[in-house]
């Protein structure tokens, strides 16, 4: 029995160092400049950057169990996961937790830590296409089989700086697929489609990430006021 589970194991291991490294991929390099403008303004206009940025609350739920109530204009997040519920601000990392509806007085910041680290990331697969001019980012142009995508480098800012995305566009300039080179992985170049794109008040939101698992966006809604994300209550009440 013992020799089976080390052959198994044996083999296990082979099968994962081959896939590493069929999959891995070296980050591509691109050239800066007026192209690569061009190239996220044209996908900014197509997916109507305006409207995400004019909208003022925005919910949705992220694979494992992680539901989000935005308040964009004052930036305030709820995040709820099991038995949490924590309100806080990313700027400040402040905010009151609560587990089974009780308020705690204890471990405050570890779980708002925890918080900011779950809306950083799931937020950052619902929003990616709109924060590809943010501060701290540069942009390149990079030939994507026979093609020009997008490649987005962060240099600061948000969980992990230097990460990077090579964006692949259709003709319009809409993402219909993104491939990353990131700290927390280390296979480079993993692919997820970026579909099913939806219209929220105007901003276009995908909502199914196609890749080694299946990341899929549910619940998204937006309204003008966040208390209408939550049976007509302000979630955010007690930290304002």
Do not use: C
């Not at 937790?97 to 708002?112: A, D, K, L, N, P």
């Not at 980012?137 to 089989?145: M, Q």
């Amino acid at each position: 029995m013992l020799k089976k589970i080390l052959y198994t194991l044996a083999l296990l291991i082979i099968v994962g160092i081959t896939a590493f490294l069929i999959a891995d991929e070296p980050l591509p390099e691109g050239e800066q400049g007026a192209r690569a403008e061009y190239l996220a303004e044209k996908m900014l206009k197509n997916l109507n950057y305006e409207a995400w940025q004019d909208l003022n609350a925005i919910a949705w739920s992220y694979p494992l169990g992680h539901h989000f109530i935005w308040d964009k204009k004052a930036n305030l997040v709820e995040a709820t996961w099991d038995d949490k519920r924590v309100i806080f601000s990313p700027e400040t990392k402040e905010g009151k937790v609560y587990i089974e509806g009780e308020e705690q007085t204890e471990e405050i910041e570890e779980h708002i830590s925890k918080a900011f680290e779950y809306f950083a990331n799931d937020s950052f697969w619902l929003i990616a296409p709109y924060k590809v001019t943010d501060p701290g980012t540069k942009r390149s142009v990079v030939d994507y089989e026979g093609k020009e995508a997008l490649l987005v480098q962060y240099t600061s800012g948000g969980v992990t700086p230097g990460d990077s995305y090579l964006w692949i566009l259709d003709d319009k300039g809409r993402p219909t697929a993104w491939k990353f080179w990131v700290d927390i992985l280390p296979i480079g170049g993993l692919k997820f489609s970026w579909e099913n794109w939806v219209n929220v008040e105007g901003a276009q939101i995908s909502t199914l990430h196609d890749g080694l698992i299946d990341i899929e966006i549910e619940d998204l809604e937006a309204a003008s006021d966040v208390a209408q994300l939550n049976d007509g209550t302000d979630p955010f009440a007690p930290i304002r």
